[in-house]
Each structure stands twice: as structure tokens, then as C-alpha cells.
């Protein structure tokens, strides 16, 4: 099913592959932020000091060029999936056409398609950035603490070991 369903991709692999890339750096960008905010308050505000508005700027650009590559790639990929349905729907017998009603064809078609729709969405977008957001503040509380870090992971497994 997953190779049915990956066919159907064709023609939004660039941006199916894109956008996880605009998550992921979406994600860097916002966990720089209370790092070049740390720096502010030890220092405090220097003339001409733009890092911040930087990061933040590149976070935002970041963010709305995921989701429009997300958007795009979805929306595609319903796109073929509805044609390709289509097609396969023309190719039934007279039988066929009897078993099926049209309205529950229909609903195949809108419904159901919308639904995997936004799963591919989701897929492309969240199941990225939770990972990507996981990784990445580990290492900027390692960057900040070492040792702060390792009882963060120790206590993390802790807790993960009592709820299994």
C-alpha cells in the first residue's frame, strides 16, 4: 500500500524532501534564540547587535517556507491520488459499478483523500520537527551545561522507565 501510496508522490518529491529541511531549520533557528537571548542579558545590548532579529527573521522565513512547501506537496499528492482513483473507477465493470454507489465512490474520492491529505501533511511536517526539536535542544543544553544535561537525561530515562 505504502508503494501505491508513494507512487502517487510523483511530480512533489522536491518539495516533499524540502520541507522537512525548512522544518529542521526552522527548529535550529528558534533554539538559537535563547541562546543570542542569554548573551543579551550577560552583555547586555550592544550598538548594531542585529543576531537576534536575524535568527528570528530566518526562523520566520524558515517556518512559512515549510509550510508552504508542506501545503504544496500535499496538496499535490491528493491531487494525483484522486486522479489515479479516477482512473482506476473507469476501468470497473458494469458489476462492479452495481456493487460500489456512486455516492460512496464520491465520498472515497473527497473525504477519505482529504483525510490522507493532511496525514502526508502531518507526516512531512511534525513528525519531523518533534524529533528535530528533541535533538536540537539537547545540544544547545549541552552547549550551556554538560552536567545539567546528563541528569536531564538520566531523569528523562528515569521517567520513561516508570511508565513502561
Request: positive net charge; proline residues 2%.
Amino acid at each position: 500500500m505504502l508503494k501505491t501510496l508513494g507512487r502517487e508522490t510523483k511530480g512533489f518529491r522536491l518539495v516533499s524532501v524540502l520541507t522537512p529541511i525548512f522544518m529542521i531549520a526552522e527548529v535550529i533557528m528558534e533554539m538559537i534564540i535563547p541562546k543570542l537571548m542569554a548573551s543579551i542579558i550577560d552583555n547586555g545590548v550592544t550598538p548594531g547587535n542585529m543576531q537576534m532579529i536575524v535568527a528570528a527573521l530566518f526562523g520566520l522565513l524558515f517556518g512559512i517556507l515549510g509550510a508552504v512547501a508542506g501545503s504544496h506537496a500535499a496538496t499535490g499528492f491528493a491531487r494525483n491520488l484522486r486522479r489515479a482513483m479516477f482512473r482506476n473507477i473507469q476501468t470497473f465493470s458494469f458489476a462492479n459499478i452495481d456493487k460500489y454507489s456512486t455516492a460512496g465512490l464520491v465520498t472515497r474520492m473527497t473525504t477519505d483523500v482529504t483525510n490522507i491529505q493532511n496525514a502526508y501533511q502531518m507526516l512531512l511536517r511534525m513528525s519531523i520537527r518533534a524529533p528535530a526539536s528533541m535533538i536540537v535542544a539537547l545540544i544547545m543544553s549541552f552547549a550551556v551545561s554538560w552536567q545539567a544535561s546528563i541528569w536531564s537525561l538520566l531523569s528523562c530515562w528515569a521517567a520513561r522507565s516508570s511508565l513502561l
